[in-house]
């Protein structure tokens, strides 16, 4: 039976987090999914896929990275949403396009030149229309049609590192207005991929469990 960790310091007051419950629920039978705090340890050997979710600053942020890093290194299925994509994009930007100490305007307010910076407007309970880039997986997964993407963050990626990440491997696979860059991926790697917008959401109204989620789950099943 496939494990997935979902990475994050769970809080029913999040309405997002809430959305993450109901999502879970629609999983594909034999898929178990287990909340696992960041502050837990590092043991996640045991999980066949990683989500790393909304809700940030995380308790444990290096827990965190050391994570992503891990499933960058091992091949472990990846994927990150709006928090989540903020620190797959700390991780990628030290270990593929050389940035040395990247930071995140969240936690580290005072930086000239951070990698996650805030976004133009803040996307707190906002939708956008999210396009994907023809050719990459989350187009083959979601369609190159647009579709809308349900945010609440305020912080993405800088445009001045866009070019660095891409020159280093990372394929950038999506965008919106005020967000930018939305989505992210790694094609040589079994499945590593980050989005801003949230793909849960909606599940609590019944909605079916997003596409993007059901391809992770599917490159999580794989032997």
């Not at 280093?168 to 919106?176: E, K």
Request: charged share 20%.
């Amino acid at each position: 039976m496939p494990a997935l960790a979902l990475l994050g310091d769970k809080d029913l007051g999040y309405v997002t987090h809430r959305e993450l419950d109901a999502a879970v629920a629609q999983l594909p039978a034999g898929v178990e999914a287990r909340w696992t705090p960041t502050d837990a340890g590092d043991d996640l050997e045991w999980a066949d896929g990683l989500w790393v979710l909304p809700g940030t600053p995380y308790r444990d942020t290096d827990a965190v990275l050391r994570a992503i890093g891990r499933a960058l290194d091992d091949g472990t299925p990846l994927l990150g949403t709006c928090g989540g994509f903020q620190h797959v994009v700390l991780v990628l930007a030290e270990r593929l396009a050389g940035v040395v100490a990247p930071r995140h305007a969240e936690l580290a307010p005072e930086a000239a030149d951070p990698v996650v910076a805030p976004l133009a407007c803040s996307l707190v309970g906002e939708e956008r229309e999210v396009t994907c880039v023809p050719g990459t997986r989350l187009a083959a997964i979601c369609g190159d049609a647009p579709f809308p993407g349900f945010h609440y963050c305020n912080y993405g990626l800088a445009p001045g590192y866009e070019a660095a990440l891409e020159a280093g491997g990372v394929v950038i696979s999506a965008r919106a207005p005020d967000a930018g860059v939305e989505g992210i991926e790694l094609p040589a790697h079994p499945f590593f991929v980050a989005t801003l917008f949230q793909p849960q959401v909606g599940a609590l109204a019944g909605r079916p469990l997003h596409p993007l989620i059901r391809a992770f789950c599917a490159a999580a099943t794989r032997d």
